[in-house]
């Protein structure tokens, strides 16, 4: 199997769609992405400016340069532009036999027109005929077929239309339909459910279609690349760039990013683990419901994005263990911990409870680690505790109004090194310390415990 890709489209100058959301897919599913530019275009995340065409020669030269070198597993079709762009592109998708995917891209998803209507005619009688799959949008496949796309049986007569035209298969895309995908073969057709995704991306369309070619060039049937190309799609808004005033540009490598820093953490809440339990010391520092340590990815956004301790720490006998391993969802309570305050810095991804002790917050302060508190008898009855302490706590720490202890207290970090609180009526009071890594956590309490163990050690 080959690893080469072409994508045949324009340049998008803000770095969100068209060759650059193509060649950034195609590297984060394993391919080498190659390009032929068919225009160069002025625009941000609020629009379309201007557009270049390139000559027509020029298209051609790159796409002949390209078929020379390389043997493309699978291709496809962006931005098109002219008339007479188009015509060349069909005409070197008729002389090599390439698995080809159409996305008939008429307007720029931030808004700007990137096809001139003189185009269409000629997509419709000599590029679609070609294309293993076209993957038109509700309003691009109504422009195509003139039927207006507005719920599953416009959509599919739509993609039938496509088909008609000589395409083997059609997928109008649900981005303006709930999220469902409606897809046509001529053995019949398929509903790809999905979700739909609050406000507008910047490269969506572009990045699903690139996915698509990829999953294709893998040699999958269509159904099962359709779906992935759906589910990469997805993780690729869900990891879009806040940057700029228009729709945020998606992240093509953002499930990639995410599936690494999942393993990063996993890794190290494990190590740091280790560092625990292999301290002596830290046996002492065990409340009696058991301790926990957690850290959690940098797009966290839930419990389970938070890597833990199953079954917590433990006292057994003398000796610290481990109750299971360590996974994405085991604690909620330092789940909640850990989520409050990444909303004040989201650096600080990691923390652990440890009992609660005039002593313990002695050390604490002795080791120049700052403080804060909350009351759980001010907790309003509709609240989670560990969320509303948390905030509460970092508010006053913040305010200047919470306790505050040693020669770090606020001056590197928007949130204390350590939250107490006395507990209450079956609840253990508790003091959680907090940190960017799971390592710096475990270090703070190895050197808690460590300090505890030697002023209780007798001087000879």
């Known amino acids: 199997m080959g690893r080469v890709l072409l994508t045949v489209g324009g340049s998008d100058s803000s770095g969100g769609a068209g060759i650059q959301a193509d060649v950034k897919t195609f590297a984060a599913l394993g391919f080498h992405g190659t390009s032929a530019i068919t225009a160069a275009t002025a625009q941000n995340t609020l629009g379309v400016r201007r557009v270049y065409p390139l000559a027509p020669e020029a298209v051609a030269s ?196 995410e599936r690494a820093d999942r393993f990063d953490v996993l890794t190290e809440v494990e190590r740091s683990v280790e560092i625990l339990l292999a301290e002596e010391a830290f046996v002492h520092l065990i409340p009696e419901v058991g301790s926990n340590l957690g850290m959690a990815i940098y797009a966290a956004r839930g419990r389970e994005d938070v890597a833990a301790v199953e079954g917590r720490m433990v006292r057994a006998g003398s000796r610290a263990v481990g109750c299971g391993a360590v996974r994405f969802g085991a604690s909620g309570h330092v789940a909640r911990v850990i989520l409050s305050a990444m909303s004040f810095d989201p650096e600080t991804r990691a923390g652990m409870n440890i009992r609660y002790g005039e002593d313990v917050l002695e050390a604490v302060g002795a080791l120049g680690l700052s403080t804060s508190q909350f009351r759980r008898e001010d907790q309003p009855s509709s609240s989670k505790t560990m969320s509303w302490g948390t905030v509460e706590a970092i508010e006053l720490f913040q305010s200047g109004q919470g306790s505050s202890s040693g020669a770090s207290s606020g001056a590197s970090s928007p949130v204390p090194a350590a939250i107490w609180d006395l507990g209450g009526v079956g609840k253990e009071p508790m003091v959680r310390l907090l940190g960017r890594s799971a390592r710096e956590v475990a270090g703070s309490a190895v050197r808690i415990a460590r300090l505890l163990r030697f002023r209780q050690e007798p001087i000879n």
């Not at 390439?98 to 307007?107: F, R, S």
């Not at 993957?135 to 507005?150: C, D, K, L, Q, Y």
């Not at 879009?240 to 990013?257: H, K």
């Open 62 to 257: 790159q796409l002949e340069a390209l078929v020379e070198d390389f043997e493309i597993s699978a291709a496809k079709t962006g931005m098109l532009s002219s008339a007479e762009i188009v015509s060349e592109v069909a005409g070197f998708f008729e002389r090599n036999d390439i698995p080809l995917v159409v996305d008939p891209v008429m307007e720029a998803e931030a808004g700007g027109r990137l096809l001139d209507p003189q185009a269409l005619d000629i997509l419709r009688e000599r590029l679609i005929p070609l294309a293993r799959i076209v993957t038109p949008n509700i309003f691009e496949a109504e422009a195509i077929t003139g039927v207006r796309v507005s719920d599953e049986k416009s959509a599919l007569q739509a993609a039938s239309a496509i088909l008609d035209m000589g395409a083997e298969a059609a997928v109008v895309t649900g981005g303006h339909l709930q999220g469902n995908d409606f897809l046509v073969t001529s053995l019949g057709h398929i509903e790809i459910s999905g979700s739909k995704v609050a406000g507008g991306n910047h490269g969506v369309g572009c990045t699903y279609s690139a996915a698509l070619t990829a999953f294709l060039g893998r040699g999958w049937d269509l159904k099962r690349a359709l779906v992935a190309a759906k589910k990469f799609a997805a993780a690729s808004v869900n990891e879009s760039f806040d940057v700029g005033r228009g729709p945020s540009p998606v992240n093509p490598l953002g499930d990639v990013l």
